[in-house]
């Protein structure tokens, strides 16, 4: 193989780890966001709770 086609592997590889290191945060990011959502929900729930007696 030419020094041609090393530089294009090197180029795919890291490429190719940086498409799978997004995946791992955005699936990190939907589940905090996704938390956040349920942990508001809860505190507004307990608002009308208390506003309700």
Request: aromatic fraction near 6%; charge should be positive.
């Amino acid at each position: 193989m030419t020094p041609k086609h090393w530089i294009v592997l090197g180029v795919v590889k890291l490429a190719l780890i940086a498409v799978a290191i997004g995946v791992v945060f955005s699936m990190y990011g939907c589940n905090t966001v996704r938390g956040i959502g349920q942990d508001i929900e809860k505190a507004g729930g307990a608002i009308e709770r208390a506003g309700s007696r």
